[in-house]
């Protein structure tokens, strides 16, 4: 009896198993439960903040603010380059630690310090997104959302009498908003001088500490105060206005800024040979600093004379006495078609001596070559006089934060007067209805100057400076700015057009010592124009 029960109440069990399985079954497929609803679907614009953060923890910077772009391009290069990178950090990090430890280890009486393991793992950082900033100024700012969750391995090791120990960081967190300034940029490689670096909002920092082998943040109330004096401590010294300087190379050097004044008195010429078939040239002399952008200054044309006397004094801006080289060349002016060049000569910068005047008859070259045997001929000689005055270590700006300030007048100023300095730097959106070869004009008190032609361009770059000396300041004047396009093919019925101009009132010159300001062009649909202005004093 026994058997049998055991048997038939096995049997009864899975019997009973089986019909339940099914009857569940069928319970499940064929019935609706009554305490649940429908989603309901909401724009995320609906949801308040609290349940936007629970939706998404990790909301990119360029989905909360629109002035953001993605920089997926950036993190993909960061990703492939970073083994080369952390290797790179790495040593950089030693070599400006080296000397520091070196430094402060004898203050405290220890023996040595020293990384045993430097790495920061094979995680690289990310950035959320990046915004730019567009200044007037010769800088490049930027804001970066960066995000690291890192692995590094940092043991340092340090001894002191007789006994040695040990601190390890690992599990590296760093959630910040820093600001990237370039600035100056400059015309040489990389293309910036120095590199200042800000923190936007305090920083978060999370890392973990093992002191000789423990943990020292599951210590209670460590980790919480050692994150406080991290925040801190980091804020006092980036959070911006205050930053991180890097310079990576001399502003000085790369700027090429003015060091010194070149006065040129162009005296007289002699013995010139004449162009014109019926009687004699119309001398005129054009001088100017090789490989300089600004325009050549020129001397009145003395008509039909080939021993003219001119006694014209000029003043030329040096930024390299050791490379520049001043050229001099003597044209017949022409009333129809282009100038005859009468000759040439040049003057080596270096071969003067400072402060000291000195009188130099030349004779006018037909070229620099100095095997063309076309240079035997007589051209001529012009006598000029030249004086080389570097400025003082006062007038010279020395670091980067003076960089854009208005520099001294040279010497010879007039009392109460000054230097106007206008510098042409650019335009944009600039169109001609029959061609656009942008020219700028500058017109000021009656006097009148130039830029270069840029052909074919809607978006000219000049950067040409011009300088008016003047008794006393220009409060109350103007200064006429105009964009001209001009065209030498034949048969245009009109090959000079205006683009637009402008009028700029000096007297925020005068009073800020410096503006750099972009204008609308009057009578020109969307054109622009970015002139600086500088006062500069003697005092």
């Not at 064929?30 to 909301?59: A, F, G, H, N, W």
């Not at 520049?324 to 002016?333: G, K, N, R, T």
């Amino acid at each position: 009896m026994g058997i049998i029960s055991t048997i038939l109440g096995v049997f009864g069990f899975g019997i009973g198993i089986s019909i339940g399985v099914v009857i569940g079954y069928f319970l499940f497929i064929y019935t609706q439960p009554t305490d649940v609803k429908d989603p309901e679907i909401r724009p995320l614009l609906e949801k308040d903040s609290k349940s936007l953060e629970q939706l998404l923890p990790e909301i990119p910077f360029w989905i909360k603010n629109p002035d953001y772009d993605r920089i997926d391009w950036l993190n993909k290069f960061i990703e492939y380059m970073w083994p080369y990178l952390d290797k790179a950090i790495c040593k950089m990090a030693k070599e400006i630690a080296k000397p520091i430890i070196a430094e402060q280890i004898p203050k405290y009486k220890i023996d040595s310090v020293d990384f045993e393991t430097l790495t920061l793992g094979c995680l690289p950082p990310t950035f959320q997104g990046m915004k730019v900033y567009n200044t007037e100024e010769k800088e490049l700012i930027m804001e970066l959302g960066l995000k690291w969750a890192a692995n590094p391995n940092i043991l340092v090791a340090a001894k002191a009498f007789g006994l040695r120990a040990t601190v390890q960081v690992v599990d590296l967190q760093v959630f910040a908003l820093p600001r990237i300034t370039l600035k100056p940029l400059v015309p040489s490689f990389p293309c910036f001088a120095n590199i200042y670096v800000s923190l936007m909002e305090k920083p978060h920092v999370d890392f973990g500490v093992k002191l000789l082998g423990a943990d020292a943040m599951s210590i209670p109330g460590v980790y919480r105060i050692v994150q406080e004096i991290i925040k801190d401590q980091v804020a006092n010294m980036y959070l911006w206005p205050k930053r991180l300087e890097v310079q990576i190379m001399d502003p000085s050097k790369a700027m090429k800024k003015p060091v010194g004044i070149l006065n040129v008195k162009v005296i007289r010429a002699m013995k010139l040979k004449k162009k014109d078939l019926l009687g004699a040239s119309d001398p005129y002399v054009k001088l100017r600093l090789k490989d300089d952008k600004l325009p050549s200054k020129k001397t009145t044309v003395k008509h039909k004379n080939l021993n003219p006397e001119w006694n014209e004094e000029f003043t030329i801006v040096v930024k390299d006495p050791e490379t520049q080289v001043l050229e001099l060349d003597v044209y017949d002016w022409e009333q129809v078609g282009t100038h005859d060049k009468m000759g040439l000569n040049v003057i080596q910068l270096k071969d003067l001596t400072p402060e000291e005047p000195k009188t130099l008859t030349l004779d006018l070259l037909k070229n620099l070559n100095p095997d063309d045997v076309q240079n035997e001929k007589s051209r001529g000689q012009l006598v000029v006089e030249v004086n080389y005055k570097p400025f003082k270590d006062d007038q010279v700006p020395t670091n980067i934060e003076d960089a854009d300030a208005v520099q001294k007048a040279p010497e010879g100023t007039p009392d109460g007067g000054g230097l106007l300095v206008i510098i042409v730097h650019e335009g944009q959106d600039l169109e001609g209805k029959n061609h656009t070869n942008p020219s700028v004009r500058l017109l000021f008190r009656g006097e009148e100057r130039k830029t270069k032609v840029v052909k074919k361009n809607r978006d000219p770059r000049w950067e040409e400076e011009f300088q008016f000396t003047l008794d006393e300041p220009p409060t109350n004047d103007r200064v006429h700015v105009e964009v001209i396009s001009t065209s030498k093919r034949m048969g245009l019925l009109h090959p000079k057009e205006t683009l637009g101009y402008v009028d700029i009132h000096l007297s925020d010159v005068i009073s800020n010592k410096r503006i750099n300001e972009r204008y609308h062009l009057i009578d020109s649909k969307n054109g622009r124009i970015q002139i600086e202005m500088q006062w500069r004093t003697a005092g």
